[in-house]
């Protein structure tokens, strides 16, 4: 007997679910993020973000596809639909497909904690701590600047910040541009603040090892992306070069990808995008994966509202959570275009002594501004990383 073409839910004997999920929509917003809106039978709407930056057109192709298996789903089974999309596709992980299924999989906890009036961190197993510390970004190149930039965050309300170790940088550089990246990491924390560097992946072997020394006495929280993950070898054999913690995850998509960097013992702080990684879902089950290796949980967040929200719910309920990040006032992003553009309650992320409360509103508590959210989405943004290359015309990573 041949089956008909898999809808979405496969009901068999079964009753048809009290709900189901109706429409799945993808929508583009500036300043490069994408939201997830989706909609059931009884009315209910919750929002995801699926942002990959500069891969919008990507994930949104990727989402008109998961439309074929979830529209009639029943939207209570968060995880039935997570597993229908990453398994029953064949072809699985990866950066696109898990970005879409974070957008989808955000929006049925907040439709889920809607109906029930209750926050999501709830219905991850309550709160473990009353409020989220967390860092914003400073930038600037020369240390002057980045000395300024930090003071503006102490101002603020922060007490750690993050920062580029480097522009780009060559595969074997001068040591002078190591000279001067210490140079400006000792400025900023010659302000007080705590700070973490982030190197983006632009530092490959031959300079990691120099440059985790010259860091070293200036105490910083933590290196992130000092080499590529594509490389989990390399990575594991800088994990003994120095004391400084050792930060990745951006790059990695699910508990698989992770395993490596916690089975060879060099990660020291997990850091998977709730919007890359299979959402809250996947992201709780890499936390409690990076427990069990003593290692710390820092969610990626440089993009939008909803996915911080995700982020906030998940460090609320996760006892090995340390810090998050917010993108508030990110030094690439037009003021029109910040975090809270979008939404209706700014005050959700309130920064008070380098924390956000944790937030209390039903669902994810993120309340979009759904018109201006249509407007902007009506033409879709564009957005790619800038090519750099180096004084002889060679590529470089951004
Ligand atoms: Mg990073």
Redesign the pocket.
Known sequence: MTRAPQSSHDPGASALPADRIVQIEALPVLPRWLFVRVETAQGAVGWGEATLEGHVEAVTGALDAMRDRLIGHDPDRIEDAWQLCHRLGFYRGGPVLLSAIAGVDQALWDIKARKLGVPVYQLLGGRVRDRIPVYAWIGGDRPADVAEAARARIAQGFTAVKMNGTEDIGWLDSPRAVDALAARIGEVRATGIDVGV?F?GRVHQPMARTILRAIEPLGPLFA??IVLGDNPDVFARLAGFSSVPLALG?RLYSRWDFRPFFESGALDIA?PDLAHAGGLSEGRRIAAMAETYDVAFAP?C?IGPIALAACLHLAAATPNFVIQEVSMGIHYNAASADLTALMRNPELFAIERGSIAVPERPGLGVEIDEAAVRAMAATPHRWRNPAWRGPHGELREW
Do not use: K, S, T, V
């Open positions: 982030d983006h992130e992306e951006e850091q990626h440089p």
